[in-house]
Each structure stands twice: as C-alpha cells, then as structure tokens.
C-alpha cells in the first residue's frame, strides 16, 4: 500500500484547487456564521462571506493570532454547539498559556486519516505494530498517532510516554515495528537500548513517525543509525487538530501538507505580506473542513519554506520544509539570531549526543550565551586538557555556524535531564529581568 487515500493524495492540482475553492467558501461562512469574534472582525473590515469566492480571495481575510487564541480562551472560537463535540485537547504550552481545542466526531475521523496517511507514507499497513509513545492526554500526539494507527488497521501499542524498562520490554517482546515518539525520546530510547546491551538489528523496528518539536538532519541520521530504523518526520499543532497537519514521504524532501484539509501560506511575519512559494517565512494555516474549532488565517509563528516541486512519490499536496524552529524560539544574542536547532547541528556532526542545554543571560549589559553539553561516553576522559580542547574545539565550531561565541561546558556523560515529551532546551534569563 502507498497511499492512504491515493483518489485524493494524488489528486491532479487543478481539481485539488477547486476542491480547495469549495471547501474555504463554506469553512468561511461557517465561520462567519457561529463564531462571533470573527464576524465582527470581518465586519469592522467590511468583508462579508460572499466576498470569499475561492482561495484566491483567501488574503483578504483577516488572520488569527495565538494571542486571539488566549483571548478566546476556553470555547470564545467554538463554531457548534457543545453537546456536539466529543473530545477535547490542548497545547503543551510550550510558549505560554494553553489554547485549547475541540473536537466533533467528524473532526476526530479526518484527524485519524491524516495520521492515517502518514503512516502509510512510511510503509506501514496493517501487518505492522506501532508503539506509541508520544503522551496520551490532553497532548495530541498520543491519540492522534493512536488513532492513525486504528486506522491502518495496525496493531497499536497504546504506550503513552515514559517508563523507558518497559517501553524497551514491550518493544522487544511484541516485535514493535513502528515507533511514534518525539525525535528527543527516541533518541533517548536508542541510548537506553545500548545501554541495555542491545544493537540495533536486536528489535523489530523498521520506521519511525517523530515530530512535535524541531529537529536537524544530523539528529536524525543519529536516530536512524541507533535504532536500525528509517525516520520519517511529521508535523502539525493542536489548534489545526494535531499531528498529521504535514508528513514526510518516502522521499524525504519537505513533508506533504494535507491540503484537502489546510491551505498553507508564507507570510512575511513583520509585515503579514504574503510570500511567494521558495520563500522563508511565517506559516500560516487556513482549515478547509473543520467544524468544532474552525481557523481562518491562523499564524503559526514556524519558520520555513514550502515548495509546489513535482514529489516522485506521486502526491500532490504541496511540501513544507522542516521548521527550524519557531520565530519565538529564535534567540537574538547581542543582535544575532540564533536557532537553538544550529547548535544541535554543529553537536551532532562533531559526534556529540544531542543532549545539551543553552543558557542565555544578560551580564553588564552584555548577553552570554552558554551551551552544556554531554560528553559522548566512549570519549570520556576528564582529564582537563582534553576537557578544554575539546571545549575549545566547540565553541569554534559553533562560532563559525552562529557568528557568535558561546562558552562551552563540558558535562559527564548522562547529566543533562531526558526528555520523554518534547524537550526543553533554552534557559532565557534575561526574561526574568
Ligand atoms: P505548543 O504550541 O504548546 O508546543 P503543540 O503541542 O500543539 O503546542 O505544538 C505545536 C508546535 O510544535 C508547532 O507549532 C511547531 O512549532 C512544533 N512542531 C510540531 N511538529 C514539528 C516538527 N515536525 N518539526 C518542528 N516543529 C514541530
Ligand atoms: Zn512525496
């Protein structure tokens, strides 16, 4: 099986935009219609549901903030009545207070196909076992790759996050082939497995569905490298559903956007402009078939790229980059940006563990930024020269990839905290000022 629902993930792109057309012409006047905060925003700007004709029309909507989101906190953006949503979930508030979202019935099946696809992209089918270890809750990856996996047909392993002993027990002994966790727990998982002796042709794995946060091309290779498996990226966020928003392909280049579902723009973050395909910037989502919690124009705040290039998988949903990370996760250090994704970069190809904590401060007016990082445990050796060549030899490395300096520190191998969700890797003192 290649694809999921091959009638629409190869849709030819003339009638996947008409598709398109019809389905933000009734998503708006849902919209217009149950939510009221957004029908006065239309109205203040003089736009009525009729003058939305077809995606072309899609810039003249106003867009979406997260603070809109918190504004409207809890149900203030709730397009049906309550009594005809079944589920609700939540944000992990990486970035502040929890949004939460709701859900119908129908919202949760579509949901379930998206994640459905991604599975499928990856090779999986109903002959495969999917352990899945992303939390189960309020958190989306849980139930989203859970119920994904339902829907394949797989057998799933319903994990949820944590208590590695058995997550590595049930692993091995229910023959797991398919493994859904965040990229930082499954590179945790793979340190557990060689500690417990085992190599990586020892499990069943053959694939794995990693995302809720960002991560490099090297941390992947690592990944892949110490769990035997080939590692598929996805993404999504619980204001548009959850995971399955974009999944990567056997190709690996960007992943898919379900654009049946969400049509994706890149806007100019400063000036809300929208950009032309190639070009970086803000994503923005529009949900084309929502009903509980319906987002017009809802600004991302991920940075990347998306691109209309020919797949040779034979989807045609357009691809989306890997975000680098969030414009609200970008650190600007004595006026340089940094990504925190950078520093992972330049670890990884030195044959560091992804293990590492970023502190930023502000001493004397002057920002220090200052990176802890594990030594990998067949290297170490505390003896202090090598402990400051080797810090020596980072903090260049890094220099040359930031522009900036960092002071390095050294740490004995297994002293940074694990992280069995999404990792937490930037300490900003300079907020608590
Ligand atoms: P929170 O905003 O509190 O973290 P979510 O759990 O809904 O709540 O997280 C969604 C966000 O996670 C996305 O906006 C994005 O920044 C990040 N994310 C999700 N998947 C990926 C991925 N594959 N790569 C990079 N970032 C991702
Ligand atoms: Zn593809």
Known sequence: MK???????????DQLR?????????????????????????????????????????????????ADLREQYPDGLLAVPKSECVRIHSTSGTTGKRVVAFYTQHDVDLWDNCCARAIVAAGGSCD?????????????GGLGLHGGSHRVGALTLP?????????????????????????????????????RGYAPSDNHLKAGIFGAEPWTEEMRRDIEKNLGIKAYDIYGLTELSGPGVAFECAEQHGMHINEDHFIAEIIDPDTGEVLPEGTKGELVFTSLTKEAFPLLRYRTRDICVLSREKCS??????????????SDDMLIIRGVNVFPSQIETVLIKLGYPPNYEIEVDRINNSDTLDVRVEFPPEQFDDSLGNIAKKEKELASAMRDMLG????????????IARSEGKAVRVIDKRKLI
């Open 3 to 13: 694809y999921f629902q091959p009638e629409i993930e190869t849709m030819p792109l």
């Open 18 to 66: 008409a598709l398109q057309s019809e389905r933000l012409v009734k998503q708006v006047r849902h919209v217009y219609d149950h939510v009221p905060c957004y029908r006065q925003r239309m109205d203040e700007m003089g736009l009525k549901p009729e003058d939305i004709r077809g995606i072309e029309d899609l810039h003249k909507l106003p867009f979406l903030s997260k």
């Open 128 to 140: 495969d076992v999917v352990q899945v270890c992303y939390g189960y809750g309020l958190f989306t």
């Open 159 to 195: 994990m949820s996050s944590g208590n590695t002993d058995r997550q590595i027990q049930f692993m091995m002994d229910l023959g797991a082939t398919f493994l859904c966790c965040t990229p930082s727990y499954a590179a945790y998982l793979g340190e557990s497995l060689k500690e």
């Open 313 to 326: 998988c034979g989807r045609t949903f357009i691809r989306m980059a890997k975000p680098m990370g969030r």
């Open 404 to 415: 900036i300096g960092p002071k390095i520190h050294l740490v004995p191998p297994k002293t």
